[in-house]
């Protein structure tokens, strides 16, 4: 007999965002409400200021405070400069002066660029950047950049993107070393993350990579809630706060 001419067909893999990775482990149906606007001048300074440390230019404070300005002012628009605006541009010193420190300290391997992890069940995507911590005595460690506004109460505390991106980066080094150089660029001290639990990590994101694929979305009750569009008040239907 002949072989069946029936098309074979392949659900496509589920991709996801390192971002939204977060998100979901937070609670999968969280959509947040609120965007922190000191977060995206930060950003884009910060990786403007790891491309231009690869390219042997350590930026002074006062242009590091500058392009967060900048950055800070485009955002801001056409409103008008109130009180929280001059707030905002007060909090580019500080800025600035930890971020050159960073850069003094660290050698940048690669700025940020793509990657893509591969799973069971799916893709996470984003970006990633190394730096080279030269350690006395021990060598050239490379680390994982972790870029955060502010440093958590428990450092310890599993941030998923993160996590994504040193597994990544873990099948490209070679080296036995691979830490995390945690930076709070607004508010706290920065810490180093030098031991990595590889299988437990990738155990976590693969589950959370599966959870998306199955969608199995249900909500899950935490601080988010207070920054959400809650969308699992739509499992009551009748009217609110009603009393029989």
């Not at 029936?6 to 977060?22: A, G, H, N």
């Not at 600035?96 to 700025?111: D, M």
Request: charged content about 30%; some cysteine.
């Amino acid at each position: 007999m002949g072989r069946s001419n029936r098309e074979v067909l392949i659900s496509p893999r589920t991709v996801i965002t390192d971002q939204d990775l977060q998100r979901r482990s937070q609670c999968s149906l969280y959509h947040p409400t609120e965007i922190d606007l000191l977060e995206k001048p930060s950003r884009l300074t910060f990786r403007w200021a790891l491309r231009e440390r690869h390219e042997g230019k350590i930026r002074q404070v006062v242009d590091l405070r500058a392009h967060w300005v900048a950055g800070w002012t485009k955002g801001w628009g056409d409103e008008t400069k109130n009180s929280v605006y001059w707030d905002g541009v007060k909090k580019a010193a500080g800025f600035a002066r930890c971020v050159y420190e960073f850069l003094l300290k660290y050698e940048v391997l690669h700025p940020y660029e793509p990657y893509t992890l591969e799973l069971d069940r799916g893709q996470v995507k984003g970006e990633k950047a190394l730096v080279v911590w030269h350690k006395y005595r021990k060598g050239d460690i490379p680390m994982l950049v972790d870029p955060l506004l502010r440093r958590p109460r428990h450092v310890k505390t599993p941030n998923y993107a993160v996590l994504a991106q040193w597994l990544a980066a873990r099948q490209k080094v070679e080296e036995v070393e691979l830490g995390i150089a945690h930076l709070p660029m607004l508010f706290g001290q920065p810490w180093r993350t030098k031991d990595v639990n590889e299988q437990l990590a990738k155990r976590w994101i693969s589950n959370l990579v599966a959870e998306a694929a199955d969608k199995r979305d249900y909500p899950r009750t935490g601080p988010q809630c207070m920054t959400c569009s809650q969308p699992c008040s739509e499992v009551f239907t009748g009217p609110v706060g009603v009393l029989e």
